[in-house]
């Protein structure tokens, strides 16, 4: 089989070019949208259309089938499309005086009603809510979607098939991986931890934390209008540097992420936003356990068996509703009270690790499976 793909970046590597018995051929170059975004992203300075179209002569006869990512294919070949927020995707969303918005929706959407399209995979219960609630004002064409929409979580390669009881002598070694740091709960694991070590709750040579992310990407997409100043970052890193059991990377190969989550004992996600999660899956398939918030899919892949919840108020996207930096502040102190309370009773109840690491690895087994997605996902494909 012949499945064309929009590009291969990191989502299409792991949502869709998975079966090494499917050939998949990039039409990234291919793509009539590809340029039309070039050059209205970088000299217009417009949003990304999220549409893909082959140019003529692409040789888009000789495939089977297309499957895109967060894209409406425009072709008449057969395709399937993988989402993790809503279908279509029109930046900016949708806010009550955007006219236009409704009009690209009607037009975009158009597609999704023909026959050649085959699915709408939704990567997780959220994004399948999200969509039902694009819609809801519209039930012939709900009515007609839902016959479409499917949730196929993504799959994981499994690492390791248990985890063994640890060391008690060796301290509890918690990691955090995360490229946009501070978008991702960085900031907040840090402080959690220094007050933790100055209330005198935790002792130094109990923990062990390693950081891998970007200190300079301060920009939280969460906080909108609502940013930090420059003194929340400037105290995270005195923190860091204050203290020789924190472990910063900015970068490290994948090989070596993954090996050293299998030797570590915690993961750490506190994010403020995030589509779904790749990185937990990652984790729970090295047998580390991890601690989420609960936005989006979190939830989902972060049961309470196999991890902890940092747990908020969410709007009706499953967000975080930052609006104001009073907001702001308030649930940063609520994540960091959270985050103390879990990182103290792993603490005082350590054997909780493995319990909840070999319940990790149970639910990657059973919920993301490569061969049982693989034979859904031709299921579709041959609909």
């Given at each position: 089989?012949?499945?064309?793909?929009?590009?291969?970046?990191?989502p299409e590597?792991?949502?869709?070019?998975?079966?090494?018995?499917?050939?998949?051929?990039?039409?990234?170059?291919?793509?009539?949208?590809?340029?039309?975004n070039?050059?209205?992203?970088?000299?217009?300075?417009?949003?990304?259309?999220f549409?893909?179209?082959p140019?003529?002569?692409?040789?888009e006869?000789n495939?089977?089938?297309?499957?895109?990512?967060?894209?409406?294919?425009?072709?008449?070949?057969?395709?399937?499309?993988?989402?993790?927020?809503?279908?279509?995707?029109?930046?900016?969303?949708?806010?009550?005086s955007?006219?236009?918005?409704?009009?690209?929706?009607?037009?975009?959407?158009?597609?999704?009603?023909?026959?050649?399209?085959?699915?709408?995979?939704?990567?997780?219960?959220?994004?399948?809510?999200?969509e039902?609630?694009?819609?809801?004002?519209?039930?012939?064409?709900?009515?007609?979607?839902?016959?479409?929409?499917?949730v196929?979580?993504?799959p994981?390669?499994?690492y390791?098939?248990?985890?063994?009881?640890?060391?008690?002598?060796?301290?509890?070694?918690?990691?955090?991986v995360?490229?946009?740091?501070y978008?991702?709960?960085?900031?907040?694991?840090?402080?959690?931890?220094?007050?933790?070590?100055?209330?005198?709750?935790?002792?130094?040579?109990?923990?062990?934390?390693?950081?891998?992310?970007?200190?300079?990407?301060?920009?939280?997409?969460?906080?909108?209008?609502?940013?930090?100043?420059?003194?929340?970052?400037?105290?995270?890193?005195?923190?860091?540097?204050?203290?020789?059991?924190?472990?910063?990377?900015?970068?490290?190969?994948?090989?070596k992420?993954?090996?050293?989550?299998?030797?570590?004992?915690?993961?750490?996600?506190?994010?403020?936003?995030?589509?779904?999660?790749?990185?937990?899956?990652?984790?729970?398939?090295?047998?580390?356990?991890?601690?989420t918030?609960?936005?989006?899919?979190?939830?989902?892949?972060?049961?309470?068996?196999?991890?902890?919840?940092?747990?908020?108020?969410?709007?009706?996207?499953?967000?975080?509703?930052?609006?104001?930096?009073?907001?702001?502040?308030?649930?940063?102190?609520?994540?960091?009270?959270?985050?103390?309370?879990?990182?103290?009773?792993?603490?005082?109840?350590?054997?909780?690790?493995?319990?909840?690491?070999?319940?990790?690895?149970?639910?990657?087994?059973?919920?993301?499976?490569?061969?049982?997605?693989?034979?859904?996902?031709?299921?579709?494909?041959?609909?």
């Open positions: 089989m012949r499945v064309g793909v929009s590009n291969d970046n990191y590597k792991r949502t869709i070019i998975v079966d090494a018995g499917v050939e998949y051929v990039n039409f990234k170059k291919k793509n009539i949208y590809s340029y039309i070039l050059l209205n992203m970088k000299f217009f300075k417009k949003n990304k259309i549409l893909f179209r140019l003529m002569g692409s040789q006869k495939i089977d089938i297309f499957h895109v990512f967060n894209e409406i294919a425009i072709t008449d070949r057969k395709w399937v499309v993988t989402f993790e927020t809503e279908l279509p995707r029109i930046l900016p969303r949708k806010n009550a955007d006219d236009s918005f409704d009009a690209r929706l009607k037009r975009h959407s158009a597609a999704l009603m023909q026959k050649n399209c085959l699915a709408l995979i939704a990567l997780s219960g959220a994004a399948y809510n999200l039902m609630k694009l819609f809801q004002d519209n039930p012939e064409l709900l009515r007609t979607l839902r016959e479409k929409l499917v196929l979580h993504p994981q390669k499994l390791v098939e248990e985890r063994k009881p640890r060391n008690a002598a060796n301290p509890v070694h918690f990691v955090f995360g490229r946009d740091f978008r991702k709960g960085g900031g907040e694991i840090v402080r959690a931890f220094d007050e933790l070590l100055n209330e005198k709750k935790i002792r130094p040579e109990q923990i062990k934390v390693t950081l891998i992310g970007d200190l300079n990407k301060t920009n939280n997409y969460a906080f909108g209008k609502y940013q930090d100043d420059a003194a929340f970052a400037r105290e995270t890193e005195a923190a860091i540097a204050r203290y020789s059991l924190f472990d910063h990377h900015s970068v490290m190969p994948n090989d992420v993954m090996q050293l989550l299998q030797e570590a004992d915690v993961g750490l996600l506190p994010t403020w936003a995030e589509t779904y999660g790749f990185s937990v899956l990652e984790m729970q398939s090295c047998g580390c356990p991890v601690i918030t609960n936005v989006r899919a979190l939830p989902e892949i972060n049961p309470q068996e196999a991890g902890w919840l940092v747990k908020h108020e969410l709007n009706e996207d499953c967000d975080y509703a930052v609006t104001s930096f009073e907001q702001r502040d308030s649930v940063r102190r609520k994540t960091v009270d959270q985050m103390k309370a879990i990182i103290e009773d792993i603490i005082q109840n350590p054997e909780q690790i493995v319990d909840k690491a070999n319940a990790s690895i149970a639910r990657i087994k059973n919920e993301h499976d490569v061969e049982v997605y693989q034979d859904k996902l031709r299921a579709l494909y041959n609909k």
